[in-house]
């Protein structure tokens, strides 16, 4: 019997289609095997490959022979749907149908629980693919490098658009030495995200508390050149007990979406006071907060002085712990901003 085309309103062919549906029942397979279940030649999978990769259907498991696997549909469609809006109604029927030909299996494949991406541009856009794909919460332990371009207005543009799910971020030490990273933070803040200050082992991204990502190699300069992507499992679920608790150890941080706005003479510290004393909470140079806030090194210096004469601090790290301590990392000046 003729199998019912779900996908056809997101632009996925019949051919795709059979592709992706057959490895859903089969799990990880070779060319070969996927050729057999499809009734199409290994030549043709391989040419279907770039494409479905494209639409985000599959991805590739580590190792050789190369073996491919199914992106879970709960995740596929979602990603699917953010492309076409107009299709919405028809897509999420779509995943419930195709969730239904995985339901008699009696568990995930070791190989499912775990995915691995390669290259830095699969990264960033598996990152977007999981960012987009977030309907309740995200949380992200950040720190450099980064695989996405903070710097992309419209790549920002679209994060704002889309709204909904609430974010939870954590920054690290390292996090702002990445030029615009402050001002990208500040907007995010603005537009919703609770930010807080804190230790972040490795970059880690959780949407909906169902997949995970974080980099396959420990190494920082190759850290946006592969990634894991986790799936529900035990590691998932020690991933996010990883991130409430260091949630919990972090220092709240909230910038004004305008430093320069709403200053009042009598009030200490006042926005540019504040953000250098985030800057040094985290542990950054003077060149690098000047660098972040458009000012001298010089001046810079002479604030951070300031600071810590009238905190009473005895170094710059200090100043930064004390004013942590005495909240004084919160600023409460811009519309629309969530208590962390």
Known sequence: MAQRRL?????VS???ETA????LRHGPATLSQLATETGASAAAIRRMLPRLEDLGLISRVAGRPLRLIATPPNIAIDVLVARRQEEITHSRAAAALLATEVADRTGPHPEEVLEVVTGRYAVARRYLQLERSVTAEMLVLVRPPYAVDILDDQENEQRAAHQGPSIRGIYGPLAFEEPGMLAHTRQAIADGEQARLGQVPVKLAIADGRTAMLPLVSDEDRAVESALVVHPSALLDALVGLFEVLWQAAVPLRLS???????ERDVWPQPGDTEVLALLA???KDDAIARQLGLSPRTVQRRVQELCER???RTRFHAGFLAAQH????????P?????
Do not use: N, Q, S, T
Request: charged share 20%; proline share 5%; hydrophobic share 55%.
């Open 7 to 11: 996908l056809e309103g997101l632009g």
């Open 327 to 334: 909240d004084l990392l919160v600023l409460d000046r811009g």
């Open 20 to 23: 992706y549906r057959a490895l």
């Open 336 to 340: 629309g901003l969530r208590a962390p």
């Open 282 to 284: 985290v542990g950054m």
């Open 311 to 313: 905190l009473g601090a």
């Open 14 to 16: 019949v051919a795709e």
């Open 257 to 263: 979406a305008d430093p320069a706005a709403h200053i």
